[in-house]
């Protein structure tokens, strides 16, 4: 099985070009490499939205309708929502006892978006957790790689913090001290001394050369002893090295290159400032939400030449339109040769191009939104089995499986 990938998004309602362009283009990309789970934070939503709940249940299948539009196949992909699946919440209050304070305190995005959402109270328990929170996402999946923008960065930093503490201080557990003497027990009496040599000689001088001798050992274990597990061969390189068992897996953030669409603006685009464009927004409203668009403010008159590195509708013409486009755009521009609204027409017509599958993938669902509410049921039901089985690891490790 190939390696796991995981991403969630906050239920934000319609999801618009930038999501696409900034995010979803990639999971999709990701689908045919990876195995995906893809989720609705919608308990994250609620650290910012907790006084309008009743908005949350809607977007989270409108959102997943969006996913699916893009090109997320849920026969592949495994797409499920946060709140199903109450081990999160489980692994949250676990990993929350030993987290240093510190640590959440320090996380930028925390004070940053106290200061940005002012009209928010977000001195909350809730809201200092969130970067926790998301830690137990991940970590419960054992996801290798987590794509997220540059603005998360410092989120997945924390995950591995948290997953390196939570491995120092339980990988030893004294049930996983009687699992190791265990598997030791099935080895040869010779082996299990020589296997102990090389573990003190590793332990007191370092030596690469006894680490390369208890593995190799291990490994003759694996495939000569009878009833040999991977378990057993997990908890004996653990012992080796001295670093406990590795019960949550660090993961590493995934920036693949994504493409900036700016909103109609020139700032970021999104819903709240009114400057998107919905992946599924009424082709006639496209048309006019693009011809209404802000140009270069220099170019007053038809006749005044432009700078297209002054106007917003360039960035768009950067991400949508071909090479001889770019360059009968910049060059009409500059020359006053073409006016703002002939320049706007191929934008929108290649974002009509590029919406018109969006809308017909949607569309079956739209009618029935019962598939939806299957689909995610699936997803959920596949998640958990492996939000289960970490959960199990983590219990014993902690001395909790009575
Ligand atoms: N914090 C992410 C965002 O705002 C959403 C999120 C929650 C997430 N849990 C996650 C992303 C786990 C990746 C992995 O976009
Ligand atoms: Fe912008 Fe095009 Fe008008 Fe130039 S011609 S100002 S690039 S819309």
Known sequence: MSARVLSGMRPTGALHLGHYHGALKNWVRLQSQYECFYFVADWHALTTHYE??????????????????????????????????????????LLAMGTPLGWLERVPTYKDQIEKLKDKDLATYGFLGYPLLQAADILIYKAAYVPVGEDQSSHVELTREVARRFNHLYGRSPALEAQTAEAVAKLSKD??????????????????????????????????????????????????????????????????????????????????????????????????????????????????????????????????????TQEWAASGCKSAGIGCLECKQPVIDAILKEQAPWRERAQPYLNNRQRVHEIVQEGTERARVVARETMGDVRAAMGLSY
């Not at 090109?71 to 592949?76: S, T, V």
């Not at 006019?288 to 802000?294: I, L, Q």
């Open 52 to 93: 309008s709940p009743e908005v949350i249940e809607r977007n989270v299948f409108d959102m997943v309708i969006d996913w699916i539009a893009a090109g997320l196949d849920p026969e592949r992909s495994t797409i499920f929502v946060q709140s199903r699946l109450p081990e999160h919440a489980e692994l949250f209050t």
């Open 191 to 324: 082996d299990a001394r020589y296997f102990e040599k090389q573990r003190k000689a590793f332990g007191e001088t370092g030596s690469t050369e006894a680490l390369a001798k208890g593995e190799g050992l291990v490994r003759k274990a694996a495939s000569q002893v009878s009833g040999w597990t991977a378990a057993d061969s997990e908890l004996l390189l653990g012992h080796l090295r001295g670093s406990g068992k590795t019960i949550l897996t660090e993961p590493q953030a995934l920036h693949t290159e994504v493409t900036k669409l700016p909103g109609l603006d020139g700032a970021k685009m999104s819903k709240s400032y009114g400057n998107a464009i919905a992946m599924r927004e009424d082709p006639a409203v496209v048309q006019d939400k693009v011809r209404r668009m802000p140009t270069d403010p220099q170019r007053v008159r038809r006749t005044d030449a432009g700078d297209p590195e002054r106007c917003p509708v360039w960035q768009f013409h950067q991400v949508y339109s071909d090479k001889p």
